[in-house]
């Protein structure tokens, strides 16, 4: 079993470090997305670049490896025969919890890029599309609303990060360290954005939509 655990981990971790959002700029525009705006390498600030599909790109292809990882202990485990019928046992559920993690860690802690990623938004969705639908439907309609309503992408991360081990833990049935493993993402997501939360407090924040900034605030 840990063998088996370790491998989902270092899967979950390679797949999850992929850069999608500075490997499309580098390759489509020939920039290094570090420099531009918040120098993350996330959707939001690839949009950044003045390039708005490539943002979308980086999105769902950050999601999309989210979601593989998961997926990927899903089958590991049933070729293993963890469980003995349909419905997701917690030893399955634990597993896939374990990939959840360790892909948003390999997005936020990169070893290509020297372990300095983006702050695990997208990924974390993807995984969590797979591991608990119906709470992550509610953490992204709080997401949307917030960035609809005040145009900061960052609080309306922050806010969906905060709202879905909550919903996770009232809406669908879990054990602990499932949860507790998904309450970590969320963790994760929070701290990275502690930059985001003293300029919301600062009041200067940039607001989604606000046009390209050439100049990274924070050179990586």
Request: proline share 2%; glycine share 10%; aromatic share 8%.
């Amino acid at each position: 079993m840990v063998v088996l655990y370790l491998i989902v981990a270092t899967v979950a971790y390679l797949l999850g470090s992929i850069p999608f959002g500075y490997l499309l700029v580098r390759i489509f525009r020939g920039e290094d997305v570090r420099l531009t705006g918040s120098g993350n390498i996330g959707a939001t600030n690839v949009a950044r670049t003045g390039a708005k599909g490539l943002g979308i790109a980086t999105l769902v292809l950050d999601a999309l490896k989210g979601a593989a990882t998961v997926l990927f202990a899903y089958v590991l485990a049933r070729k293993n025969h963890l469980c003995s019928n349909e419905e997701l046992c917690t030893q399955v559920l634990r597993l896939m919890a374990t990939a959840a993690l360790a892909a948003v860690l390999g997005h936020v802690f990169p070893i290509w890029l020297r372990f300095k990623g983006g702050k695990g938004v997208a990924t974390a969705l993807g995984v969590f599309c797979i591991l608990f639908p119906k709470a992550i439907l509610l953490a992204l309609a709080i997401f949307i609303i917030v960035v609809a309503v005040t145009r900061y992408v960052s609080l309306g991360s922050i806010l969906g990060a905060i709202a879905f081990p909550v919903a996770a833990y009232f809406l669908q049935q879990s054990d602990w360290l499932s949860l507790l493993l998904a309450s970590s993402v969320s963790l994760i997501v929070i701290l990275k954005h502690h930059e985001n939360i003293s300029r919301l407090l600062a009041g200067t924040e940039h607001r989604f939509g606000g046009g390209k900034a050439p100049v990274a605030e924070k050179q990586l």
